[in-house]
């Protein structure tokens, strides 16, 4: 059964240079027929694919904060009406720096949200123009400020590397400033330049600066010291956290088990099922109302696929992947799945075995990509 | 068909090609002749050319328009036949060209009015005057702005030697002067000589495989007649055939009673491969075969050898079909198998020029759908040994331990550039670097200079016409032929990836130049190849010496650290396509090698990408 549930609230008040998720300028957009739709998602959903009980909800974006307190409002409400929620639930919401007041929060802590992601990004202030965020490394503090007087006690920060300009001695800035704050994880992502973004033209020119593999690596290194420094122990290639505020919602995806997604361009895994909603507005709006289900794609998980994802999504955690949970899962034995893949990348010191577990190495870690391919079985 | 009436109709028989440089207007020219000739409107000449389609379909005849039969009737009231031959316009296939003139009495030179003579040009202007064909100037696009047709003119004279009032003016694209030109035709162009009733004598100059009927043999009837039934025999290759069907282009195929003296056209014979049909040969009857060939004909040689491995090793028998197949309609085509100790199974293939190995490698990768790696092409060396004995190598490779070696020969070309004088210095200094040796430089007009040089072939064979291109701003054209062989001081230099010898990448080289060639060939290989999981030195060495050292380094860093929240796909996607770029990589030893890499070695200096 599914006991996740990711939101996708697609609206932005300024877009980001390096973002190509699913997002749209908030101006003139119908948000209130949207968040309706969303409604009768979540209905349908439940009906056709019922569950027991949820432990897990993210609600990101685009910029959930973007909307009104009202609209907010609605949206969780209608989150916290269908859904079943168990006690020991987490249920985090983006916050952009800046566009979340005392009063969006107070509304946000009232109605269950017990953990913000908080999209900070960098502290330092050119960088931040640089890469298109409205916000000031100062408006950081504030949200975290108000954060806590509303009495969240859960408070992630998102940081990116790897930016165009960017150097060593910024980061350096940004994570000592980090260690100061107190917060309970970090989420650190390196810039992928994606097509149909500001960046993705001025790469195409030429014009990106991007630091180049060697510094990205060496930043990796220097943000894994400063996390650990700061008594943040990684548990995912990009997470950090204090003991015991590891994100629940995302090791559902490591984990490979099942999750709703609600809104346009939301991806779900329900039942074996992978599907993928309209992401443009008026596709979602007119499929919705047309059939009450936005999909645009399905597919259903093949077991290949599945042994494929568990090894490629499981090994992303520092824990790795169990070797008795993959035979209960899958009937087979792990090295017999994959034969003659394993072994290999153990000699060349990416992988190693320990426990029950298979895990990436150290070295493993800064070269993830050339260890998860090897688990595509192919045709 | 009566001797008498075989002889008056060769009277009215005009065989003749245009010759041109590429944009100079021939096509269109063409096309002029083609309305004025078979009165056809284009538009008829499109559902002509359909209706040729439908009966490709229904007889299984594939249609090349290189040879057409026209009627014209001239100012003089009289109708006469036409035969338009059609010639490759590529220095790869000169040959072809030489063989395509040979087949007629005459030639339209077009000349465009505001580029003047190109090296293209001239070079087959001297074919046809070899073969003694009657050259009518036309300079062409006399209505553009920037024509200078009295200049142009003057250039025909003392450039070629013909008479510049014999310059005919025109436009080809605007109408302009198409009537003279035909009437020239008529009245300078000789009509085909050659008696009716000997012995058959008909010069092959292109043919064609088709999947239905076999070889279609394009040929000129120079003596004798020749009709369905007869037997005929291949007078280079000895081989017999009986005849089934003979016809001209009208351009659709037409099915003739017989072809006589002054034909051009086609011929049937249940012939299977193209290789049995070798442009240049001589076809004659087998009842009554005629004493003596045609002249000038000459087995084709490939001049640039390559290595034709696929990426896939499992892809190794479907890359000998594909060249089987390619074969059937290429008698220049020839390969062998080879073995490498870095790519495994493969073929080492012997082409025209670059051109048509080009054209070859993409002929498989598109049509056959099989990734290939091609190593640097190479020229046929001549190896003198100590012992006395002689060796012939076509892949470096194969060159034996300089110790052996008492010397070396290697096949040198004329190379003759046209260029406007402000580009003298480009040239020369490009022909310098290729180590060329001056032979002559001569004033066309006061602007345009002819410069000939004796260039090793190996120097040609990679990027001389592009360099050439892009240091004089495109205004050179450039035509080489091959002279034979010269002594030159050459090694061998072989490349190294993490200590081990790749033997698909070595080059013959001349000793003055390979420290400077290998250090281009280390970084360029440094640029290539990707970075591995561990560090790769790249080196270049002389016998035991190595000469120069690169290193790639280590891979730093490659993980998915992005937020892509659920979407796996993405993320699944992303690692197909890391993991589909590797299989097109040739692993080598145990380094992951892209394709591009193996031609990279001929690359000559680091400035041009």
Redesign the interface.
């Known amino acids: 059964m599914t006991h996740a549930v ?1 939101v996708h609230v697609p609206f932005c008040e300024q877009i980001c240079h390096y973002c190509d998720f699913n997002k749209f300028f908030l101006a003139n957009q119908p948000v209130d027929e949207y968040l309706s739709l969303c409604e009768d998602e979540i209905v349908n959903t439940l009906k056709a694919f019922p569950t027991d009980r949820i432990s897990t909800i ?1 609600v ?1 974006g685009g910029t959930p904060t973007s909307l009104s307190t009202d609209q907010l409002y609605k949206l969780l409400n209608t989150i916290k009406l269908y859904f079943p929620l168990q006690p020991e639930l987490e249920w985090t919401v983006e916050v952009n720096p800046g566009s979340a007041d005392l009063e969006k929060l107070k509304m946000m802590k009232e109605l269950g949200v017990n953990r913000l992601s908080i999209g900070a990004q960098t502290f330092d202030p050119t960088l931040l123009k640089q890469i298109g965020r409205d916000h000031h490394p100062e408006d950081i503090d504030k949200t975290i400020l108000l954060a806590r007087e509303v009495g969240f006690t859960n408070l992630s920060l ?1 940081l990116m590397f790897g930016l165009p300009n960017q150097t060593m001695e910024q980061l350096n800035t940004t994570l000592e400033k980090v260690n100061t704050l107190s917060i309970e994880h970090v ?6 330049v994606e097509e149909k973004t500001v960046f993705y033209q001025l790469f195409k020119k030429g014009k990106l600066p991007l630091p180049g ?2 510094l ?2 060496d930043m ?1 290194e220097e943000l894994r010291i400063h996390m650990a420094k700061g008594n943040f122990h990684q548990y995912e ?2 997470n950090f956290a204090k003991d015991g505020y590891e994100s629940k919602h995302n090791v559902t ?1 490591w984990d490979n088990e099942y ?1 709703y ?1 609600i809104g346009a361009g ?4 329900v039942n074996g099922t ?1 599907r ?1 909603n309209h992401g443009p507005l008026p596709k979602y709006m007119e499929a919705m109302k047309k059939t009450g289900f936005p999909f645009r794609e399905e ?1 259903r998980v093949t077991l290949k ?1 599945k042994m ?2 568990e090894m ?2 499981g090994l992303r955690k520092l824990s790795g992947v169990s070797m008795n949970k993959f035979r209960e899962k899958f009937n087979i034995e792990m090295d017999e799945a994959f034969s003659g893949v394993i072994s290999p990348l153990v000699n ?1 010191g ?1 992988l190693l075995q320990d426990g029950d577990f298979l895990r990436l190495t150290e070295k493993g ?6 260890v ?2 090897q688990f ?1 079985l ?1 045709e | 068909m009566k001797h008498e009436d075989r002889i008056k109709r060769r009277e009215k028989i005009r065989n003749f090609s245009i010759i041109a440089h590429i944009d100079h207007g021939k096509s269109t020219l063409a096309d002029r002749i083609l309305e004025k000739t078979s009165a056809l409107t284009q538009r008829e000449m499109k559902d002509q050319m359909l209706d040729a389609m439908d009966l490709e379909r229904e007889r299984g005849i594939t249609i090349k328009l290189n040879a057409v039969q026209l009627s014209y009737k001239a100012n003089d009231g009289e109708e006469y036949i036409f035969h338009l031959i059609d010639t490759p316009g590529h220095v790869d296939f000169t040959y072809e060209v030489s063989r395509s003139l040979a087949a007629c009495e005459g030639a339209l030179l077009i000349v465009d009015a505001a580029q003047g003579i190109e090296a293209q040009t001239l070079a087959n202007v001297y074919l046809a005057l070899d073969n003694d064909l009657e050259i009518i100037p036309v300079i062409n696009k006399i209505d553009l702005p920037s024509a200078e047709p009295e200049r142009v003119k003057q250039e025909v004279e003392d450039v070629i030697g013909l008479d510049k009032e014999d310059c005919l003016l025109a436009s080809a694209k605007s109408g302009i002067g198409i009537d003279e030109i035909l009437e020239a035709v008529v009245d300078k162009i000789p009509a085909p000589s050659g008696d009716p009733s000997a012995p058959l004598k008909a010069m092959i100059f292109d043919s064609l495989y088709d999947p239905y009927r076999g070889v279609i043999v394009y040929m000129r009837v120079v003596e004798g007649t020749v009709k369905p039934g007869d037997k005929v025999r291949m007078m280079a290759t000895k081989k017999e055939f009986e005849v089934q069907e003979v016809g001209v282009f009208t351009p659709k195929p037409t099915a003739m009673e017989e072809l006589t003296v002054g034909d051009v056209g086609f011929m049937i014979a249940s012939i299977k491969n193209v290789s049995d049909t070798r442009v240049g040969d001589t076809v004659t009857s087998a009842d009554r075969p005629t004493a003596e060939p045609l002249p000038g004909y000459r087995k084709l040689n490939p001049m640039v050898f390559c290595g034709l491995y696929p990426v896939d090793t499992n892809d190794y028998n479907d890359l000998r079909d594909a060249l089987e197949k390619l074969e059937l309609n290429d008698a220049a085509l020839q390969f062998e198998p080879e073995t490498s100790q870095a790519l495994g199974f493969g073929f080492r293939c012997g082409f025209l020029g670059l051109l048509h190995m080009e054209i070859i490698q993409e002929r498989i990768e598109r049509e056959f759908n099989i990734d290939l790696i091609t190593t640097a092409p190479s020229v046929i060396y001549h190896v003198y040994l100590t012992d006395g004995s002689q060796l012939t190598i076509d892949n470096p490779a194969n060159m034996p331990e300089q110790q052996k070696i008492d010397h070396v020969e290697e096949p040198y070309v004329k190379a003759q550039v046209m260029v406007p004088n402000d580009y003298v210095g480009a040239v020369m200094e490009l022909c310098q670097k290729k180590r060329g040796d001056y032979v002559d430089m001569k004033y066309m007009d006061e602007n345009r200079v002819n410069i000939v040089y004796e260039i090793p072939l190996s120097e040609i064979v990679f990027d001389f016409f592009d360099v050439l291109k892009s240091s004089t701003k495109g205004y050179a054209s450039f035509d080489y032929e091959m002279i034979g062989y010269k002594e030159s001081r050459l090694v061998k230099m072989d490349i190294l990836l993490n200590a081990e010898k790749i033997d698909a990448l070595s080059i013959i080289v001349h000793r003055d130049s390979a420290y400077q060639r290998g250090k281009v060939i280390v970084e360029k290989l440094k640029e290539l190849i990707p970075r591995q999981q561990f560090e790769v030195p790249v080196q270049a060495t002389l016998g035991q010496k190595i000469i120069a050292r690169s290193t790639i380094k280590a891979m730093r860093k490659n993980v998915l650290a992005k937020c892509y929240g659920g979407d796996i796909s993405r993320k699944r996607k992303l690692l197909e396509k890391q993991k589909e770029g590797k299989k097109r990589m040739k692993s080598v030893g145990s380094v992951e090698v892209p394709q591009e890499a193996f031609m990279s070695v001929l690359s000559m200096d680091d400035t041009k990408k």
């Open positions: 990711y993210y990101g998102d989420s650190a992502y390196s810039l992928k593999e060697d990205e690596g990796y290639i990009s995806y999750y997604g939301a991806h779900s895994y992978r993928i597919h696929e494929e994802e490629f999504m060349k990416l870690l800064l070269l993830g990509n050339e998860f391919e595509l192919g």
